[in-house]
């Protein structure tokens, strides 16, 4: 399936009736449509969502439209505001009276012209079961008199029995495109990161969501759901009485379960809608306090407050160090003097230490004299020898007597005086200067802060003052607390939600345990029978089907990212997840190692969720153009090369994409996107309006 024009007339910013062209080529399958910011690359983008899913554009997360927003006023805010100008002028209370009442007749086909807008898309290449045709039409208008929604389509020119049988939105979701995988073939190359963000269970749902509409799996699985609650009418009318009693039993309290995940999902959904018109008021708050003067938010005069706290505690500490830093002062302002007085003081010290060891010393040795004289005077020996061993003990003991230090002695220190003196000689001679310099600036550069933030708190605080503003600041407060409430209350939902999920499944299993006891009615036997075999043939069918995909989307995955990263071999193998309802990715490097996706770098997250679409879109086998908004955004140049010569090529039969020239497409990158280009268009802005124009695609960048 490919698109051979898009139409928009009077779709916001496009005033009138603009048509875009897109011719084929197999071999050029990249056609740009390129505009400043603002001129409506977005808008357009958003329109052929609406134009496709209507009031179920806001569950494509690309559109731009708010899940909770109301569609209806929307619908209101779509139709151009020249257009709306012109109606509102010539559409009199009593002309539009008459519209409602009889139509567009009498000549008011302007006032139409002006208050209906509307999208259409033509599909060539089509094919759909049973049906065989070139082009389909699909046209979707929305009148601002009537308040009006229709949408129109044509099969080759003319109305199908089976558009008018099933409707033109069954018809869309089912033959054209479904709405649950519009992502996979809209999106923003930024923000595709999301698809592949797998933390939480709501993401890997709503991953695993993709993987099975996308493959085909949950319509057999709702084959098999619908088999199985056949067979559970037929236990239902069993003549089994107890366990028959027992199951029902267990439906009614599934059925309580289930109603109040229903009640919590209604209130996470008003929860979040409260918190859009929360967040909304809030920032509207936050101008209104700018237009009065007062820009600063809450949470910055919170800061400022913080800051100032900061800075006192911070001065205390640092006025207390260089109070110690200026009692030594003195001694580095008398510098050689003082370390003169240091070296007399400490060779005194040494002196006085030396004598006192020599004195000690000395008595000791008296002592062992005398007593070791005394014990030779007792010994039975002659004078002589006597008188020998005295002369040579007074040998030994003068041999090891202490000898006192000739030095006079100016200064008498203690221990614990000279201590101190050594550690101010040895912290001026060292660290001093460097650290008193260095707390000196820290102190100075504190005070600035300090008295800077003082100024502002106490600008803040008189403007805070006024009336007007403290209303302001007061209704901000309130609503910025109740903001922080509801997202207490959503985050327990969704805890709660998760309990009552598994609940459900808990139920769900004693069911299908119960309901084999019971037996069926004679009347019902064979059909019981026949849906246990189509039951037991889909598990197998199902088990092979997943088996089978999940092998083929791994390799996919692997493939196509050391195809598209600059790392060779990047990826060793790629291993997918399945649950009953969740699914999740595991990457391992070379080195069998599981490589965390958190630590990939913005670039890198973009390649592998990109590979992921790209494997879905490979295994869902459906040709459906691809529109990329932003689509080299982060890339670095070996990156954005590859995505230009392997991705884009070989996505899609027709990928449209919605560059920012020079920004998010380069001119070097131009050159080697330029072969697979097929057509280029360009979005002008009058300052009124935007429209469609052609552009040559050799001179593209040259000319813009």
């Known amino acids: ?90 559409a009199t209370p009593e002309i539009v009276a008459l519209i409602k009442k009889n139509g567009y007749t009498n000549g008011y086909e302007e006032i139409k012209k002006d208050s209906v807008y509307s999208v259409a898309i033509c599909f060539a290449e089509v094919g759909i079961p049973s049906i065989p045709c070139q082009k389909i039409v699909v046209t979707r208008n929305y009148d601002s008199l009537l308040q009006k929604e229709e949408v129109e389509i044509l099969i080759d020119g003319v109305k199908n029995e089976l558009t008018d049988e099933i409707g033109p ?275 100075r550069k504190n005070k600035i802060t300090l008295e800077r933030n003082v100024k502002r708190l106490s600008n803040i605080q008189s403007k805070e003052s006024d009336e ?33 999920q598994l609940t459900i499944e808990s139920y769900d299993k004693k069911i299908k345990e119960l309901s084999r006891k019971i037996s069926v009615d004679d009347a019902d036997e064979a059909k019981d029978k026949l849906a246990s075999e189509l039951i037991t043939e889909l598990d197998t069918f199902l088990l092979s089907l997943k088996k089978n995909k999940k092998s083929s989307l791994e390799l996919r995955i692997k493939n ?20 009953s309802d969740t699914m999740d990715i595991n990457l391992f490097s070379s080195d069998g190692n599981v490589i965390n996706k958190n630590m990939l770098s913005k670039g890198e997250k973009q390649l592998y969720a990109t590979s992921i679409l790209k494997a879905l879109v490979d295994e869902s086998g459906i040709q459906f153009p691809v529109f990329i908004d932003s689509p080299l955004q982060k890339f670095d140049k070996s990156h954005s090369s590859k995505i230009i010569s392997e991705f884009y090529p070989s996505i899609s039969k027709q990928v449209i994409l919605f560059p920012l020239l020079h920004k998010e497409l380069t001119e070097a990158e131009y050159k080697t996107l330029q072969p697979f280009v097929e057509s280029a268009t360009l979005i002008v802005n009058d300052t009124s309006r935007s429209y469609f124009e052609a552009a040559n695609v050799k001179s593209l960048m040259q000319k813009n």
Request: with cysteine; glycine share 4%.
């Open 169 to 443: 939105e069954v018809f869309i979701n089912d033959f054209i495109l479904n709405k649950d995988i519009a992502k996979l073939f809209f999106f923003d190359s930024e923000e595709i990161v999301s698809l592949a963000d797998t933390g939480t269970i709501a993401e890997r749902r709503k991953l695993s969501k993709a993987y099975e509409e996308v493959l085909g799996i949950r319509k057999y699985e709702e084959l098999r759901s619908n088999l199985e609650g056949l067979r559970l009418r037929y236990r239902k009318k069993s003549k089994d009485i107890g366990l028959k009693d027992e199951l029902e039993k267990l439906e009614a309290e599934r059925e309580g379960v289930s109603n109040e995940l229903t009640k919590l999902t209604d209130s996470l959904t008003e929860i979040e809608a409260t918190l859009t018109n929360l967040r909304e008021q809030d920032g509207q708050l936050q101008l209104q306090l700018s237009r009065e003067g007062n820009s600063v938010k809450t949470e910055e005069l919170q800061r400022v407050k913080a800051v100032i706290e900061k800075c006192k505690k911070d001065d205390i500490e640092m006025k207390s160090a260089l109070k110690q830093f200026i009692d030594y002062a003195p001694f580095a302002i008398s510098g050689q003097l003082f370390a003169r007085a240091y070296e007399l003081a400490k060779a005194d010290h040494e002196a006085i230490a030396n004598n006192n060891t020599a004195t000690a010393q000395n008595c000791v040795l008296d002592a062992l004299s005398k007593e070791m004289k005394g014990l030779l005077d007792k010994m039975p020996v002659n004078k002589d020898s006597k008188r020998d061993a005295h002369t040579q003990l007074e040998a030994i003991i003068e041999k090891y007597r202490g000898r006192a230090c000739d030095r006079d002695i100016q200064v008498t220190l203690t221990d614990d005086e000279f201590a101190e003196v050594e550690a101010v000689y040895n912290s001026l001679t060292t660290t001093y200067r460097i650290e008193f310099e260095a707390l000196a600036e820290a102190y």
């Open 560 to 579: 196509t990212l050391n195809t598209l990263m600059h790392k060779e071999d990047f990826i060793s193998h790629v291993e997918v997840e399945l649950d």
């Open 468 to 500: 007007v503003i403290k209303g302001l600041r007061d209704n901000k407060n309130k609503i910025e607390a109740e903001i922080k409430t509801n997202e207490e209350k959503q985050r327990l939902g969704h805890i709660r939600t998760g309990e009552l």
């Open 1 to 90: 399936m490919l698109i051979e024009s898009i139409t928009l007339n009077n779709y916001r910013l496009y005033e009138g009736e603009n048509v875009i062209k897109f011719r084929f080529d197999e071999a050029k399958n990249v056609h740009l449509i390129c505009g400043e910011n603002g001129f409506g690359k977005t808008t357009l983008l958003h329109s052929l969502l609406w134009c496709l899913f209507g009031r179920f554009v806001g569950d494509v997360p690309v559109s731009g439209q708010e899940t909770n927003s109301s569609y209806a006023a929307m619908q209101k805010e779509i139709l151009n505001q020249n257009a709306a100008k012109r109606f509102e002028e010539k």
